[in-house]
């Protein structure tokens, strides 16, 4: 089993959360030190773009390329907001982060905004965290107490409040322009896009959106240097480690730090316990509920960006949901798709109708009263809905449908042809 | 209207609207506190909220019937969210959604007759390394089984007093 020394859980206790003086002991706000004592704000965001880390909410873009984009030197009111709404099915690494050690996302907020030229930072965190808003707040007053937030942060002239936001449940909010919506108390529709949330985002000002988890791997990369970050990676092109879910059919569920480029089956077998109740593995949802199922013939690939990519899926969270060989696939599918077409926000045509119609056919499918015409609509709404809807909610919806009729036609086939589902008969 | 809350809160609220630069980004603050003292929004809440927010009842409205989780009905005492969402469902969620209805005899959406307990479904709770997890009041259960329900129900009814 691969041994690997943790950097964001490296203060995770059973059922204890770290605070202030033990995240100090163990190096805590060493690299927001160093940062402003030693570093210029550019240099900074050079550390980060030469680290190659790739934002951990979902869409793994370039965090030094989005900063790039920041108007950083110019003067102004701006923001960094950090995306905690972490509502998307399969992942709960955000969670297990705030829960083992609130102070770590704090630096990273900190180092990111004295990179960013920011005075200002938001954390939206989703409804259901009420345990985690309570570690950030205590972690904040701490933070406070000790000169490491608010007005000359120790003492380097450096200013920089950051207020608590939480939200009131709605997938739709994690994506970064609803979430911008959100937080100005206005109903959380995306928005155009351009502009860009780095050019005008919230209340109309710059606005840099960061993951939790992207944040918290900011202390360490100043700390340690983005050549030492991005040899920690067991890929050529990755870096750093990620925070794995691994949850379905495991023997073990649970949250795990690793490299990334863990290999997917070795990461089933050793920190999930391989499948459950001795069953054989089907297939697994690689990333969250939106990206497109890998199966047993993909269990040798790296979870990495780019080798995910090239399958056809994505690493997006990092939250691992396996299926067993007894699974339906088509009612697995439908699963995922009611939550989409339920958390829809009604904005575009493509995503709230579209998505209760994929919904319509997969139970018809499944019911057993399916037909081949049934098949090709559903192929149809592949095409009509990806690349259609305002927002990439409707898109990543659509990763599970498309994963289904990729690797799985022939089941959806036998349900047809059966009349019913043949797993369930 | 004053009734939703007391005149002390409503003026606490009012100063923080004052103090703030973007007063409507309190929109969910005063919603939550609404709901926090009267256990769901109701349209004369919504009222209060648009007069202490400086917004109309529709700026409101359109924001508090987005969130799942402010209630625009009355709820009982405690409400039940059940997670349907991938995790929880591959291991049995479905079930222990059956046995609550069994066991309150209330479907989905419902209310028990002695106002306790109000049963619905919910997207994750990111529990999912916990599924199947169900969230009653403010408490999350974990690897919640159809046989461990009644006894978490008890618990529940003990814990919110006559």
């Known amino acids: 089993m691969r041994i690997c020394a943790p950097l964001l859980f490296k203060n995770r206790q059973p059922s204890r959360t770290v605070f202030l003086e033990g995240y100090r002991k163990t190096g805590g706000y060493q690299g927001l030190k160093k940062a402003l004592r030693d570093m210029t704000p550019a240099a900074v965001r050079q550390e980060v773009k030469a680290s190659a880390l790739r934002g951990r909410g979902g869409a793994g873009f370039s965090t030094g390329l989005k900063w790039s984009f920041f108007p950083a030197d110019e003067p102004g009111d701006k923001y960094l907001v950090c995306n905690g709404d972490e509502m998307e099915p399969g992942t709960f690494k955000d969670r297990q982060l705030l829960l083992a050690d609130p102070h770590h996302l704090l630096e990273g907020i900190l180092i990111a905004c004295y990179a960013l030229g920011i005075a200002t930072a938001y954390i939206f965190l989703r409804d259901a965290y009420r345990d985690c808003a309570a570690n950030l707040e205590r972690a904040m007053a701490e933070a406070r107490d000790a000169g490491l937030l608010g007005d000359n942060i120790l003492g380097s002239g450096f200013n920089c409040e950051i207020h608590l936001h939480r939200s009131a449940g709605r997938y739709v909010c994690g994506e970064e322009t609803a979430l911008l919506n959100s937080l100005e108390g206005r109903r959380p529709n995306p928005r155009a896009k351009p502009p860009f949330p780095a050019v005008k985002g919230l209340f109309g000002k710059p606005t840099a959106l960061n993951n939790i988890e992207t944040l918290a791997n900011v202390p360490h990369i100043i700390t340690g240097g983005a050549d030492w970050y991005r040899g920690l990676a067991l890929t050529e092109q990755g870096a750093g480690t990620k925070l794995y879910g691994l949850a379905g059919h495991i023997e073990t569920p649970g949250c795990v730090e690793l490299p990334i480029g863990m290999p997917l089956g070795e990461l089933i077998r050793d920190f999930g316990g391989g499948v459950w109740q001795q069953r054989s593995f089907k297939a697994c949802l690689p990333g969250g509920a939106s990206t497109p199922y890998l199966t047993a013939a993909h269990l040798d690939v790296a979870l990495d960006y780019d080798p995910l990519e090239q399958l056809g899926t994505r690493l997006g969270t990092g939250g691992v949901v396996v299926f067993d ?51 090709a609509m559903l192929q149809e709404q592949l095409r009509h809905i990806n690349g259609r809807s305002f927002c990439a909610l409707a898109l990543g919806a659509m990763g599970p449908v498309e994963g289904l009729l990729r690797h799985f036609t022939e089941e959806v086939v036998d349900h047809i042809r059966r009349g019913c589902c043949p797993l369930k008969n | ?69 402010i209630y625009r009905r009355p709820v009982g005492r405690k409400v039940i969210h059940v997670c349907d969402s991938i995790c ?38 990111g529990a999912c390394g916990d599924a199947p997890a169900v969230r009653i009041g403010k408490n999350l259960y974990g690897r919640v089984t159809p046989e461990d329900l009644a006894g978490i129900l008890e618990g529940e009814r003990t814990e919110a007093g006559p």
Not at chain 2, 20 to 32: A, K
Request: charge should be negative.
């Open chain 1, 325 to 375: 060989d007894r699974t339906c696939m088509v009612a697995a599918t439908l699963n995922l798709l009611r939550f989409f077409a339920r958390e829809s926000c009604g904005w575009c045509t493509p995503c709230r109708d579209g998505l209760p119609l994929v919904c319509w056919l997969l139970e018809r499918i499944e019911s057993g009263q399916g037909s081949h015409e049934h098949l």
């Open chain 2, 88 to 125: 929880c469902w591959s291991r049995g969620s479905e079930a222990i959604m059956l046995r609550l209805q069994q066991l309150l005899g209330i479907a989905p959406g419902e209310t028990t007759a002695d106002g306790m307990f109000t049963l619905l479904p919910t997207c994750c709770l």
């Open chain 2, 1 to 69: 209207m004053a009734m939703l809350l007391s005149e002390k809160q409503i003026a606490q609220l009012k100063r923080r609207v004052t103090e703030t630069p973007h007063p409507r980004e309190m929109v969910l603050d005063v919603l939550h506190a609404i709901q926090e003292a009267k256990g769901w929004v109701s349209d004369e809440g919504i009222e209060l909220a648009a007069a202490i927010l400086g917004l109309t009842p529709l700026q409101v409205e359109e924001i508090a019937t987005f969130y799942d989780k």
